[in-house]
């Protein structure tokens, strides 16, 4: 893992006097795992949209998947997969709909997208379930198929913004099994959330202050450096410094 997929150098955006990112920088590794952590009103999201080319930043530069956030924002867009927080699929449409439908999306031809709409539905142990409406299928089993559509096209990487939240303990490990599987693949996974037993899976995290990365390492040396006996520890250690609030 040593080819940057997302590279961020001094990125900042601002909104009139409000500075919500403010000069961050690092890069991000082909298949790696990367926890993106910080406090409600920390800028996490704010950044997550510069990533995805949905939103321009002020000044600094970053790549996503090769591709610049000022001049090609299109083109980040078919190269990354994207899952927020809020449900992201269609409530009325069927199972096998929505797959067609993102997969369309992202360019996959018709052979392409009949030829793995199949395997993946068994992986899912959805297949009695294709032709149901989504708006049916219990939470932990809608979540498993956004992420899965998410991937379905094989991105460089995939952002995925508080994935887990309101489903039960058994069906967030078995999303986090979905999550290696993909970087196994070489997926590269940008993930925030506020799971701090989730920020333990990571291969690093950062953590986000007011605008700034004040923190990025592998779990294990945070712990080290903040003298804590869990990412919990460590997180709030920092986030009780913020001065602000509202992302």
Known sequence: MN????IANKLTKRF??????????????????????????AGKTTAIRMFCGLLL????????????????????????????QKFSLYEDLTVKEN???????YGMSRRLIKEKTGPLLKQLNLLSEANMLVKSLPLGWKQKLAFSVAVFHEPKVVFLDEPTGGVDPITRREFWNLIFQAAE??????VTTHYMDEAEYCNRVSI?????IEALDTPRKLKQSFNA??????FLQLARGAKRAGD
């Open 3 to 6: 080819e940057p997929v997302i």
């Open 185 to 190: 693949r070489g997926i590269t996974v940008f």
């Open 16 to 41: 009139g006097d409000f500075t919500a990112t403010n000069e961050i920088s690092f890069e991000v590794k082909k298949g790696e795992i990367f926890g993106f952590l910080g406090a409600n009103g």
């Open 229 to 234: 006996l869990s990412m919990d520890e460590v």
């Open 57 to 84: 930043p002020s000044s600094g530069s970053a790549t996503v998947a090769g591709f610049d956030v000022f001049k090609q924002t299109e083109l980040i867009k078919q190269n990354i997969g994207y899952m927020s």
């Open 208 to 212: 986000m202050v007011d605008g700034k």
């Open 99 to 105: 797959i067609r439908f993102y997969a369309g999306i």
